[in-house]
């Protein structure tokens, strides 16, 4: 044997098939892993006898220089070949191979993952690489759809070598003058193994597009029972005339999904009620307890999954009489500990099986859809969480004489339903009225944190030494900095108290610190926003000045706050958004106070952005 930079060659090696230039039957495999694994740049590097070389490259030039990358990654590219086993390098700044005689700041490649390709002996061929210009943890998932994609190519280089067997065997009937009927015999087992090579490519490639499709059924929604009914419609027919899916709820389990290749389901298969009871001595109730991790059943399946008189026994009688099947497959659902959380079934007829690589498929969907019934529940834990710590930061509004306050807040429309923005409303000394309303930048637990923060001291502050709105703001600021509380936040506060010594007027003294101006709606129905100092938000300069500004109130007049959430749109201008909030309050004027709110919450929505909202107002009673 020969040896070319340490790895050993086949004499075949040489008969590969394969020109140096670009081959377009090969381009497809680099093209599926830097879209499969989000790469930047994917590679088949070959070796013969004499060379390296590189006949398909995928890569996105914005984002790596081929030639520099391709030059940093051949240490890597010979450790693949030389080890015959994948190589998997997250930094390659700490990787000696890689950074040797060059300064790290002049890498092109920071990741690496590379698996080998062999032919039909299990000699190496080469491989195929994925990179990264930033460093990155390649997952177990990723390194599997790589090794998915490398056994295709080998596939399809293998199925070059067959060729150029036969084309040599030809060639050896001619010169040597042999038999017609040997030669074309020879011939034909050259296309049949051809042809066996290309169905085999297919049969991986038709693989490798379900599970793409299962995934992105799965993952586009939250909720797990839709997706597994996603998951269910398009396994079927793939990979069997009918699918059902059973989610374990502690001792219940839940029917979410039948689907079969024909007519509609008749009613008695698509329940969902709940059974208690589960485990039975049936082979689905074997896998959902936990017992099995899959069962293979051959034959007659209806007796297979049992006569008990149990309810998941006379469920899965129902079914098997119903849609029928020869064959049938149960494969466990199991969360991280190994704790069973359902299982999916499939059935084909007798006629039909499954292979050794359908399996591996079943398997691999089973994990990926145990990951969403998890990353599910772990949403749905998220959610109530947040519900109960936004309603414990937001204010029960006070009874305050002579004036009526209602508020409204809305999360953002995704993630958890809660954020940083918040109002306030508390009483003070001499008959005051304190209102607030803020954004502390994000819509997160994080903005959530700091929003209670920052309220908390507002309102400490307040009630433990009164003083002008624009003072109270400097006194935030300054102690939210000596405290160390990084919080950008822009807020409204102003205090409504008696405007005499008599009668129904108000007096409203309010500050801002980059917030909207306040908005006051007349008795009359006539709508303006307040003019007034518009300072800097908190959190920049905790000594920048600030000024207050005053409104006189009368009975039947109503102070409205809102947060930008409310009135910013991306298609929209912000003086278009406070137009449009001026509009629907003068026609709401007359309505209730809690009407007037829901409907501003109601009429905005429609053209707010994904962000919280919050609305505060104040009404002076007539």
Sequence with gaps: ????????????????????????????????????????????????????FFPATADRADQLDRHRAASQTEAL????????????????????????????????????????????????????????????????????????????????????????????????????????DQARRRAEQARHAAADARRQVERADARLELLARVTQAMTSTLDDAAA????????????????????????????????????????????????????????????????????????????????????????????????????????????????????????????????????????????????????????????????????????????????????????????????????????????????AIGDVMGHDLAAAARMGQLRNMLRTLARDRPSVPSELLRRVDRVADGLGVEALATCVFGVIGPAGPTGGARRLRWSSAGHLPPVVLRHDGTCRLLDGSDDLMLGVDPDVAREDSEVLLHPGDTVILVTDGLVETRAGSLDDGLTQLRRNATRAAADALEDLCEELITSMSARANNDDVAVIAVRVDR
């Excluded at 930079?5 to 230039?21: D, F, K, N, V």
């Excluded at 790469?39 to 070796?47: D, F, K, T, W, Y």
């Excluded at 954020?419 to 508390?426: E, L, M, S, T």
């Design 228 to 435: 597994l009914r996603r998951m269910a419609r398009v396994v079927v027919p793939a990979l069997g005339d009918w699918c059902c899916v059973d989610i374990r709820d502690g001792d219940l389990v839940r029917r979410i999904a039948v689907e079969r290749h024909g007519p509609p389901l008749p009613s008695t298969v698509t329940w969902r009620r709940q059974l208690r009871d589960a485990v039975t001595a049936t082979p689905l109730g074997a896998v959902l307890s936990g017992t099995r991790r899959s069962v293979l059943l051959d034959g007659d399946v209806r007796a297979a999954f049992g006569d008990g008189d149990d309810a998941l026994a006379r469920a899965q009688a129902v079914l098997v009489d119903t849609l029928g099947g020869q064959r049938a497959v149960i494969v466990g659902l199991r969360d991280r500990r190994g704790d069973p959380l359902g299982a999916i079934t499939l059935a084909c007829a007798a006629e039909a099986a499954w292979s050794s690589d359908d399996r591996m498929l079943i398997d691999e969907l089973a994990r990926r859809a145990s990951m969403v019934i998890e990353h599910a529940r772990l949403h749905r834990v998220q959610r109530r969480a947040s519900e109960t710590l936004q309603a414990s930061l937001l204010t029960e509004l006070p009874s305050m004489p002579g004036l009526s306050l209602c508020a409204r807040y809305r999360p953002a429309l995704e993630g958890v339903d809660v954020g940083g923005d918040w109002y306030d409303a508390f009483p003070l000394d001499g008959g005051a009225t304190a209102i």
């Design 77 to 180: 590219c010979q450790r693949v070949m030389t080890l015959s086993e994948p190589v998997v390098v997250a930094d390659a700044t700490q990787e000696p191979a890689v950074v040797t005689d060059r300064a790290v700041s002049e890498l092109e490649v920071r990741a690496y993952v590379g698996v080998p390709l062999f032919d039909g002996d299990g000699s190496v061929l080469g491989a195929l690489y994925a990179v990264d210009s930033d460093a990155r943890v390649w997952t177990v998932e990723e390194l599997a759809i790589l090794r998915d994609l490398a056994a295709a190519c080998s596939s399809e280089v293998q199925l070059r070598i067959t060729a150029s067997r036969a084309d040599a065997a030809r060639e050896e009937a001619e010169l040597a003058r042999l038999d017609a």
């Design 1 to 52: 044997m020969d040896a070319i930079g340490g790895i050993e060659r086949s004499p075949r090696r040489s008969s590969t098939g394969l020109e140096a230039r670009s081959d377009a039957g090969l381009e497809p495999f680099t093209r599926l892993a830097t879209r499969l694994l989000a790469a930047p740049m994917a590679r088949v590097a070959l070796v013969d006898d004499v060379r390296r």
